[in-house]
């Protein structure tokens, strides 16, 4: 995602300085960049940029490919990228093991560690410091016992796959620090019982 990011940052602002440099070259009587090469960058994801500099260096704003091409590239290719960001889930959670979980517990201050299991199965026993918000609980609002969605949070459950769930609704939710570990069946830890 992060290479995406700066591929579009990049072509964008080449698309802008390609348009200001045509533009001096045009004012200076010199050689011009190439209109299919002008129009390429808007094709590539550097149609904003390429906006930018059609209307900043006052530029192929007379020319109609260039007036409804590069407008319409740019609603085209920002409809393409919510689609992406939608079809890809969106947000999504961090899988990390047991040893991982227990090393953020030790260097880690701001942290909560969330039992998604029923509350009779939290009362038999649970990892030391925990919270119980039951999974069938999480829907698509905010848990009371959770107010903060960029804390972070350590999720497990009793085998694994509850906890899954859990973490991607919490995702889904807003929550941007959620670190699911597996099943306290496997869990070498300290457990405690009662509530």
């Not at 808007?42 to 407008?71: D, E, N, Q």
């Not at 093991?97 to 998604?116: F, G, H, K, N, R």
Request: charged share 20%; hydrophobic share 40%; with cysteine.
């Amino acid at each position: 995602m992060k290479y995406a990011v700066a591929y579009i940052i990049i072509v964008n602002i080449l698309a802008f300085c390609l348009y200001g440099m045509d533009k001096s070259a045009a004012i200076k009587q010199k050689q011009r960049i190439p209109n299919r090469v002008l129009l390429l960058t808007a094709v590539f994801g550097g149609s904003l940029g390429a906006l930018a500099g059609m209307y900043t260096f006052r530029h192929k704003t007379k020319k109609w490919y260039y007036t409804i091409t590069v407008p319409a590239l740019l609603i085209i290719q920002i409809a393409a990228a919510v689609l992406l960001l939608n079809s890809c889930g969106g947000a999504s959670y961090n899988k990390i093991s047991q040893d991982e979980a227990m090393q953020m517990m030790q260097e880690q201050t701001d942290y909560l560690i969330v039992d998604v299991r029923r509350p009779d199965e939290f009362a038999e026993g649970h990892i030391a410091g925990a919270i119980n918000v039951p999974n069938e609980e999480i829907t698509d609002e905010m848990p009371e016992l959770l107010p903060d969605k960029e804390q972070i949070l350590l999720i497990y459950c009793r085998s694994g796959n509850r906890s899954k769930e859990a973490s991607q609704k919490l995702a889904e939710i807003g929550y941007t620090n959620v670190y699911e570990f597996g099943g306290i069946n496997t869990w070498e830890g300290e457990i405690v019982t009662g509530e």
